[in-house]
């Protein structure tokens, strides 16, 4: 199982061709001069690219990997997944991105600064740069510990190749050039994937066959509506909790707000966001159909014992290479599929990283930084998250058993973030003392429940063989760490009893039970310490989310549970009173702000003295 010159060509292409992206945009039109062209793509983007972008950002090579192994191993009942892509979606769509993109902000956290204070935002931004920092080298690590594993292409050189064309068209070409990658990487995708299922499906048949032959064998699975929380996959698990890990993806992270802050308006933003819907299920149905054509290929043409894979996530690479043997070319552009997934998340997170870094962090220390050197500066932060991913890879490659905790981490911090900005926007009446001490009791509670289920998993090897036992299970491989930790939850002992149950929660439970843990705490300590009183709530920072739900009440009553926060079409001289007396008086617009507001001005908004304004007739409720 090796590369030929072909195979090996076609690889190189689509690492060249990436970087080529990234100088074009570096030489042409402003160069990248402006911190809003680099971080923001100049806010002039359409919504298809900004919708391939969405999609490529968080398709990582884990779940091109995973995916397909989940199913081969347990049937399609992950496949149920996509029910919850629509609310997932159309919730950031209709909630979250008005918000964001109405306050014209640059950094996601910028927001918790308009909504609470200061101290909220560092604490958002310092938790977000953890959670990205650890999972970027990991992205990086372990595609290429697989495909060496399978291949024996070379390690560090897959590495290094990889880090460093990340870290080239990433600081060079900005957004713009990470936007149209991710484009380029995307269909990259699509192919690759695409090619293996009909390749596949025609050694065996075809595709009618290979659905009959995993019916018989019991790899279809039905709808399973057990309301249990702790049960593996349900409906209601993949339906439901998805929603929260989708929102918590899609809804208020900054590798993803920050491209639709990206669109020339608010509606293509929005646009965007609809677009993922489809793109998101086909992805879905590729890999869920490929787990089918491996498992009937490896049914009816088992390798060899020495050829077997030793853990899930080799297998879609053993399969791969031997389904396309006699097919130069084709394994060369699966592993350009592969590495896709890494490059677009990679160069995703080297963006946002650079951007919270250099919005929240440096501008508020520095505020009269030129143009230019803020620039300089982001590139050079963008660079230097670069080099720091390789240092995590290396790192990685050390860890053993301990990376699954690692990488439990990325999947238990997303929900503490959601929960804190859902405190901010659904909830008037929270302070900044409820939402810092929600945020680190939500951390808390994600870690107590992550590590205790990672430390009971390694004192009892609970993995079930899959059919024709092609796998061997081991725990201190890095990247079946990956595939069962962000795809393949814990299975639960036999009896757990008391506080051992709560560490067999499903996985896809994690977002809705931290995010839900942030905004108890939150309340309770906001009530215990004195709500936020409405005067110094700005309007705009505020999603009136039970009015609309209710919106059968009397007016009445509608207006108490705003929680005495008046909105503009309430009362609009009032608002503008209440949006000087609060943060624009007191120092809280981020820097910037004016020139973001003459900007807003330009395109129709209403400004109340600082970032743009809602109009009367969509704050309604």
């Given at each position: 199982m ?7 060509s076609?690889f ?5 061709l990436?970087?080529a992206?990234g100088l074009?945009?570096?030489l ?9 062209e ?5 806010r ?5 690219p900004v919708a391939?972008?969405l999609?490529?950002?968080f398709?990582s ?6 995916v ?17 892509y629509f609310l ?7 909630i979250f991105?008005?918000?964001f993109y109405?306050?014209?902000i640059?950094s996601?956290?910028e927001y918790l600064?308009l ?5 909220v935002r ?7 740069i953890?959670q990205?920092v ?5 992205v990086?690590?372990?595609p290429a510990?697989a495909?060496?594993a ?6 560090w050189?897959?590495?290094l ?5 990340c870290?080239?068209?990433t600081t060079?070409?900005?957004l713009?050039?990470?936007?149209w990658t991710d484009?380029f990487?995307?269909l990259v ?9 009909v390749v596949?499906a025609?050694?065996v048949g075809?595709?009618?066959?290979i659905?009959?032959?995993a019916?018989?064998?019991?790899k279809?699975?039905?709808i399973?509506?057990?309301p249990?929380?702790?049960k ?6 993949l339906?439901?909790?998805g929603?929260?890990m989708m929102?918590s ?15 020339r308006?608010?509606w293509e ?5 609809y677009?993922?819907?489809p ?5 879905l149905?590729l ?5 089918l054509v491996m ?7 088992p390798l ?7 853990s ?10 031997d389904v396309l043997?006699?097919?130069?070319g084709?394994?060369g552009?699966?592993?350009?599929c592969?590495?896709?997934g890494?490059l677009?998340t990679i160069?995703?997170a080297f963006n946002?990283?650079?951007?919270v ?5 440096v501008r ?14 982001s590139?050079l932060?963008a ?9 995590m890879?290396?790192?990685?490659s050390?860890?053993?058993p ?6 439990s ?8 973030l ?18 810092v ?14 590590i205790g ?5 390694m ?6 063989y899959?059919?024709?036992n ?9 990247t079946t760490?990956?595939?069962?930790t962000?795809l ?10 008391g506080?051992?149950k709560?560490?067999n ?5 994690y977002s ?5 843990t942030?905004v108890l705490?939150g ?6 310490t004195?709500?936020t009183?409405?005067?110094a709530?700005?309007?705009r920072?505020?999603?009136?989310v039970l009015p609309r ?11 108490k549970?705003?929680c ?8 609009s ?8 007396s609060n943060g624009?008086a007191n ?7 004016r020139?973001?507001e003459q900007?807003a001005e ?9 970032a743009p304004e809602?109009?009367l ?5």
């Open positions: 090796e590369f030929t010159v072909i195979d090996y076609i190189a292409l689509l690492l060249v990436s970087s992206i074009f945009y570096a042409s039109g402003n160069r990248q001069r402006t911190v809003q680099f971080l923001l793509a100049n002039n983007m359409s919504f298809l391939l972008s999609l490529a950002t398709q090579a884990v779940a091109i990997l995973g397909p192994a989940e199913i081969y191993r347990f049937g399609t009942e992950y496949w149920f997944l996509g029910c919850s997932g979606l159309l919730i950031p769509a209709h991105i008005p918000i109405r306050l014209h640059t996601t956290y600064e909504r609470f204070n200061k101290t560092v604490f958002g931004t310092v938790t977000f953890f990205m650890i999972y970027m080298g990991v990086l690590y372990a510990l495909l060496n399978v291949t024996g292409f070379d390690l050189s897959a590495v190749t990889i880090g460093l064309v870290t080239l068209y060079l070409g900005g713009k050039a990470v936007i484009v990487q995307t995708m699509f192919a690759g994937q695409l090619a293996v299922i596949g025609w050694r075809g595709m009618a066959r659905w009959h032959l019916e018989q064998e019991g279809i699975s039905g399973d509506l057990d249990d929380p702790f593996r996959y349900t409906f209601w698990t339906s439901m909790g929603v929260f929102l993806l899609y809804g208020v992270n900054q590798a993803q707000v920050q491209r639709y802050l990206s669109a308006s608010e933003a929005k646009l965007s966001c677009a993922v819907f793109c998101q299920q086909i992805m149905c890999s869920c159909l490929t787990g498992f009937i290929y490896d049914r009816e043409h060899a014992p020495a050829q077997r894979p030793r899930s996530d080799q297998l879609v690479l053993y399969f791969v290479m043997r006699d097919l130069p084709l394994p552009l699966f592993v350009a592969l590495f896709s890494s677009s160069s995703s946002s990283l650079a951007t870094t250099m919005e929240d962090l508020p220390c520095c505020p009269g930084l030129s143009e230019s050197r803020a620039t300089l500066l590139k932060l660079l230097g998250y670069g080099l720091l991913c390789l240092g890879a290396y790192v990685s050390m860890l053993g301990v990376l699954q905790a690692a990488i981490i990325f999947g238990m911090v997303g929900g503490p959601l929960g804190l900005f859902c405190l901010g926007m659904f909830f008037p009446c929270a302070n900044s003392t409820g939402a001490v929600g945020l680190l009791a939500g951390l808390a509670m994600a870690f107590w429940v992550g289920s990672l430390l009971q998993s004192g009892a090897a609970r993995e079930p899959p059919p024709n092609t796998l061997l299970p081991t725990a201190s491989n890095l760490a990956l595939a069962t962000l393949t939850p814990m299975l639960a002992p036999q009896s757990p009893s506080l051992q709560f560490y929660l499903s996985y896809m439970w809705a039970h931290n995010s839900t942030v705490v309340l309770l300590v906001s009530l215990l004195g709500p009183p409405a005067a709530v700005d309007p920072t505020i999603y009136p739900l209710l919106c059968c009440l009397p007016h009445k009553y509608r207006q549970l705003c005495g926060v008046v909105f503009p079409d309430q009362d001289d009032h608002t503008d009173t209440v949006v000087k624009m120092g809280l617009v981020p820097p910037g702000s020139q973001r900007e330009g395109q129709g908004y209403i400004s109340m003295g600082g809602y109009s007739q969509e704050t309604s409720f």
